[in-house]
């Protein structure tokens, strides 16, 4: 079975443009989150997205968004690019957003803003 | 706020050796998670073990075992029998369901293991 995949693995933006990820979840897989890694730093909550509703976002400012389509894939949106958004973007898929179930990671988009 | 601290930044273990990576977490909930993930240099985080809040035993998963003192607030992650691929980037995560029912996992801030031939 495949696993989550996003697209692209990587990107060099400029200052000030836009970008936008892709993640396919897992086959069966309703939620998919998108979470934010900065080189030497733990991944930090940016959204997650139930059914197609978002269900919570983090400490992230508007420049960000996402949304998730009928078939449960997800884009995430990052408008006017600032240095510090240069990071490791992954997205994770689970079955349903309980507290117990693990989310499965894809192996990231790595966006280098220069 | 939910926090986890993993207070060692690298580790060496030798071949065939069990390990012992640290995690303490600190929550006011009754009800949550907690996982540990592997990242590779490659950059994927691979899920390893799970172990929830109301669980009496610790999980084990192969080599795996979580060492589980909900007192003390610590989910250790234990490795027997270190392989070379066992190297890797070892993050803690706790997973609470926020306000708006969101589900999002905290992550620490992860320990570097390196495994020596």
């Known amino acids: 079975d495949a696993g989550v995949t996003q697209s692209p693995t990587h990107l060099i933006k400029t200052r000030g443009q836009h970008v936008t990820l892709r993640c396919s979840p897992i086959?069966?897989?309703?939620?998919v989150s998108w979470y934010q890694q900065v080189l030497g730093q733990g991944p930090q909550f940016i959204f997650q997205y139930y059914e197609k509703e978002e269900r919570g976002r983090g400490n992230f400012p508007d420049r960000f968004s996402a949304r998730q389509f009928p078939n449960y894939s997800s884009e995430l949106n990052v408008n006017a690019l600032l240095l510090g958004d240069s990071a490791l973007y992954l997205c994770a898929s689970t079955p349903s957003p309980t507290v117990n179930s693990p989310l499965h990671f894809g192996n990231g988009t790595r966006l280098t803003v220069t | 706020a939910q926090k986890i601290t993993q207070t060692q930044p690298g580790m060496f273990v030798q071949e065939k050796e069990a390990v012992t990576l640290d995690c303490t977490y600190d929550?006011?909930?009754?009800?949550?998670?907690l996982f540990w993930y592997k990242q590779p240099s490659s950059g994927e985080m691979i899920f390893l073990i799970y172990q929830g809040s109301y669980d009496e035993q610790n999980a084990t998963e192969g080599r795996y075992s979580l060492n589980f003192q909900k007192a003390r607030k610590s989910a250790n992650l234990v490795i027997s029998a270190s392989q070379l691929g066992d190297s890797a980037m070892y993050f803690c995560?706790?997973?609470?369901?926020?306000?708006?029912?969101?589900?999002?996992?905290?992550f620490g801030s992860g320990t570097q293991l390196t495994v020596l031939p």
């Open positions: 929550t006011s909930d009754q009800s949550y998670g």
């Open positions: 995560a706790m997973s609470q369901i926020s306000s708006g029912s969101a589900r999002q996992l905290t």
């Open positions: 086959s069966g897989h309703k939620s």
